[in-house]
């Protein structure tokens, strides 16, 4: 993967920001409860009890900062779109740089979320007993200060962060899973493909009574030996040295070199396409104009395996497939091309 593509769905959900909001809010809670126990006690006894505690955490703290949270992440996804930012490049380095890139957005959000934010607590915690003074003198320019800043600061940074990685994370791994299931459908397409090549691929039955022709022939690759009927075989090549036949049940070396072959295969049944490849007649797919007077000859095997042939082999190749079918009458009038 090079990069990954930011469609921001985690960030696009309202009730996200309300799942990290809970959670840094009953984390902050864990920490209070466990090293100031007498404290958060009295706190609770002062509300009136574990009710009207609750009520107040939900009117004070977390409605307001509800609306905190929910404005910094809208202007995290504006700073998406003001900036085109759609993909970032799969390296570390780059991920920091597309994280800085937001800093200017979270040290700002204050100015922007502090009045809202202090205006929502206004209503919930005066109500019904509003008052314009108090709005303005407590809830509005006596929370527009620098003290008030550096209180929001840090946690800013951290929901800010925490929610722009997540979303990262998130994408990341929905990307990788729509890659790993692209890559599973492209396999699955490809061993449909390979098994309808293998089942066009109907090998001619070695003779069961005595033939001029070499019928039989020992091959060995690193699991073992084989005696195979030579109509098994795709194709016969030449590789450093070495002599192959390629079947359906892999690649196996042989004794015999392609001249040799040559001159014992079946003539009606192999040909010798080029120097260094002799072909069955039963592996052959198709064939088609390449480039510079010459050709490719596709045989069917599992990966479509292509042979350039020069132009001058081309004709006397052309006759060879032309009878093809003389010893089947029910393909006489079958068309190759």
Not at 98 to 121: C, G, H, K, S
Not at 295 to 311: A, E, G, K, S, W
């Amino acid at each position: 993967m090079k990069e990954i593509r930011l469609t921001r769905e985690f960030l696009r959900r309202p009730v996200n920001s309300l799942i990290i909001l809970l959670s840094i809010y009953l984390f902050i809670e864990a920490v209070s409860w466990s090293i100031g126990f007498q404290i958060k006690l009295t706190d609770l006894n002062q509300q009136g009890g574990l009710l009207n505690y609750a009520s107040y955490v939900i009117r004070a703290m977390l409605i307001p900062e509800f609306c905190t949270l929910f404005i910094i992440i809208f202007l995290i996804n504006r700073w998406h779109e003001w900036f085109k930012i759609e993909v970032v490049t799969y390296n570390w380095r780059s991920i920091g740089r597309y994280e800085l890139r937001f800093l200017p957005v979270l040290v700002f959000a204050f100015w922007l979320f502090d009045p809202i934010t202090q205006t929502i607590r206004f209503l919930l915690e005066k109500f019904p007993n509003y008052s314009l003074d108090v709005y303005k003198k407590e809830y509005i320019f006596g929370t527009l200060t620098w003290s008030m800043y550096f209180i929001y600061f840090l946690p800013v940074l951290l929901i800010g962060y925490i929610a722009l990685n997540i979303s990262l994370l998130s994408d990341y791994l929905k990307q990788r899973r729509e890659a790993q299931e692209l890559a599973e459908a492209e396999a699955a397409r490809a061993s449909q493909e390979a098994l309808a090549l293998y089942a066009t691929f109907t090998p001619k039955p070695a003779p069961t009574t005595p033939s001029p022709y070499l019928t039989y022939l020992k091959g060995k690759n690193a699991l073992g030996e084989l005696d195979f009927p030579v109509n098994d075989a795709y194709y016969f090549t030449i590789e450093d040295r070495f002599y192959y036949a390629e079947l359906v049940k892999g690649r196996y070396l042989v004794s015999k070199t392609l001249n040799e072959l040559e001159a014992e295969l079946d003539p009606t049944q192999f040909f010798r396409i080029k120097r260094d490849y002799i072909v069955n007649r039963q592996a052959v797919l198709n064939y088609a104009y390449w480039e510079n007077g010459k050709y490719i000859v596709r045989l069917n095997t599992p990966d479509q395996y292509n042979i350039v042939v020069p132009r001058a082999r081309m004709q006397e190749f052309r006759e060879w497939l032309q009878g093809r079918y003389i010893d089947t009458p029910e393909h006489a009038n079958t068309a190759l091309l």
